[in-house]
């Protein structure tokens, strides 16, 4: 086996006729994954270690016995805020979800958007730079106060103006004003092609309140005009909302309430759904995936998930600035492989940085870009090492990973591969809320390279954009790669309409992204749950990490 190098490994691109289908995207935010795997990988001695069995389930010290009309949801990872201004991680938005209503909304397991707090589409003019949103007038907020153009100009703006990790989503736009008290006018810097299905479609606040008291609204009384109201929440142990009863819509929820509780150990997650002790599961870890289907009374449900999980590295600073120590820590081991031991049937290897959907949908070149793997090479990886100045024999790089036991999984591999061909390594798993300020430092005594996720939707500028332009580092991004063709070819594709123009950048990109080593790509799975059957009617995963489970419809009920 042999390194790909710039000169040989990239195949001419075939070049394909772009569909011509639209697409279509959402919010996006930084996600979990599929749950790690009991069963070892090989050469894998670091997935024996990985996040033991006993670690605490806080759901497990919490003695009141569930109430009846509540339904019960074991999260994977614990929400951490309330805010959709502020908050930029998908299982606070799967609790939020229910509180606040959108603009726009995506129906259920589509990535189509449908006006909710919207009267009708948007109407487009000047070039695709101006849209001019009608509102309902019958949405009201928990406070009694009505919905109005005010607090959906405060909901676009504010992310700007706070300098928010949201910020991304919005940037594009000039100015928001309001034609009347139930009509919003935005006027864009640019044409942007994915504005209506990707930037109007965000959770509309309440500006007064959240203005009167920024961190209150985000971590104690957040005010939505969603189908549930906040009730009371502890972070790391539970978040509970209520069926609001003077909901403006009538075709609403019917559910009584929810409680949200957290459990990041595999082992406890599944136990609690294997006892029938909570009604609903979202992360099932692959290695139990078999086991949890045949158990009389439990169910899983599934759908395609449009997110991606990666590993970046710390082009910034430190031995991972040198591309050759990157492309050494590839070749340490093979990502295809990993995949295909741990995640199995339960997801796809990827090695381009969108979800398989959106590369089909966009006739990306997929085939391609999977040769362009950096295979298994020890041999070589070490050479590549042994050659860089950028690093000793004996030099420490350090890994960083999310509360989550597959990523921790993948990079402890990594690091006990470096190990065996002598360059020590270090795993740290962190919270959520120190992982996210680790990765967005650029700093090498924080992190030679991480291992995190990113769910959206279908248009390719939430992924390219988001996570690898230099408007964006620190922000969320946080590999700081540093090229000036390669930022402009993403701000070119994002400031233009003509989608076959955009594909072709995109293309230009990506094979940029592997050939210098920026990421490694890992993997998407399917957006999936576990529920009690005998408790839950028609419970739905979603395309969408953030929105799963999908706790919004009125056909979702307890029995």
């Keep these: 086996m042999t390194r790909k190098t710039r000169s040989d490994a990239i195949d001419p691109i075939t070049r394909r006729r772009l569909l011509a289908s639209g697409v279509a995207v959402s919010t996006a935010v930084a996600a979990g994954c599929l749950d790690p795997a009991d069963e070892d990988v090989d050469d894998d001695p670091a997935a024996d270690d990985a996040d033991p069995a006993d670690d ?24 951490i805020e309330w805010d959709p201004i502020v908050a930029n991680d998908a299982y606070s938005a799967q609790v939020y979800h229910t509180i606040y209503d959108g603009l726009y909304e995506y129906e259920v397991q589509t990535i189509d958007p449908q006006p909710k707090i919207a009267a009708d589409a948007p109407e487009i003019e000047n070039d695709g730079t101006r849209f001019i949103v009608p509102l309902r007038e019958e949405p009201e907020f928990h406070d009694g106060t009505p919905v109005t153009a005010e607090d959906v100009i405060h909901t676009w703006t504010a992310p700007v103006e706070e300098e928010t990790d949201n910020m991304p989503d919005v940037a594009m736009i000039e100015s928001a004003e309001e034609i009347d008290e139930h009509t919003v006018q935005f006027d864009l810097e640019f044409p942007y092609g994915a504005f209506d299905d990707l930037t109007l479609v965000r959770y509309v606040v309440n500006a007064e309140a959240r203005q009167e008291d920024p961190d209150a609204y985000n971590t104690e009384n957040p005010i ?25 819509d009538d075709d609403g929820p019917q559910i009584p309430s929810i409680r949200w509780e957290p459990a990041e150990d595999d082992a406890g997650r599944v136990s609690r759904i294997l006892a029938q002790e909570t009604d609903v599961m979202e992360g099932i870890p692959p290695a139990d995936w078999e086991d949890i289907e045949a158990e009389d009374g439990i169910g899983i449900e599934e759908t395609p998930d ?16 040198d591309p050759d120590v990157r492309r050494a820590i590839a070749h340490c081991h093979s990502t295809s492989d990993f995949v295909e031991g741990v995640i199995g049937e339960a997801g796809q290897h990827i090695n381009y940085p969108v979800g398989p959907t959106i590369a089909e949908e966009w006739d990306f070149p997929v085939d391609e870009w999977m040769d362009m793997e950096y295979e298994f090479d020890p041999d070589q990886a070490q050479e590549l090492l042994d050659g860089s100045d950028a690093i000793d024999e004996g030099d420490t790089l350090h890994f960083i990973s999310p509360p989550d036991d597959l990523r921790q999984q993948w990079v402890e591999l990594i690091a006990d591969r470096l190990g065996e061909i002598g360059y020590d390594a270090t795993v740290e798993r962190l919270d959520w809320d120190t992982f996210t300020t680790a990765y967005s430092s650029g700093d090498a005594d924080e992190f030679n390279a991480y291992s995190l996720g990113w769910t959206g939707g279908g248009d390719p500028d939430v992924y390219y954009y988001q996570l690898f332009h230099e408007d964006n580092a620190g922000v969320t991004q946080g590999h700081f790669y540093d090229d000036d063709g390669f930022h402009q070819n993403i701000a070119d594709a994002r400031e233009t309409v003509d989608e076959d123009e955009r594909r072709e950048l995109y293309i230009e990109v990506t094979e940029e992204i592997l050939e210098e080593c920026v990421w490694i790509p890992g993997w998407n799975t399917d957006s999936a749950i576990a529920y ?28």
């Excluded at 009690?532 to 029995?559: F, G, Y």
């Design 306 to 321: 449009t997110g991606v999980f990666y590993l970046a590295f710390n082009c910034q600073e430190g031995p991972t600035e």
């Design 56 to 79: 605490a389930d806080p759901a497990d010290d919490d003695a009141d016995e569930p109430a009846d009309d509540q339904l019960n949801v074991t999260q994977q990872v614990a929400p």
């Design 224 to 248: 939505g005009s969603g189908p549930y109201q906040f009730v009371d929440a502890e972070i790391g142990e539970f978040a509970d909302v209520e069926l609001w009863d003077d909901y403006w």
């Design 532 to 559: 009690d059957e005998e408790r839950v009617e028609n419970v739905l995963p979603d395309t969408s990490t953030s929105t799963t489970p999908r706790l919004d419809v009125p056909d979702t009920t307890l029995r």
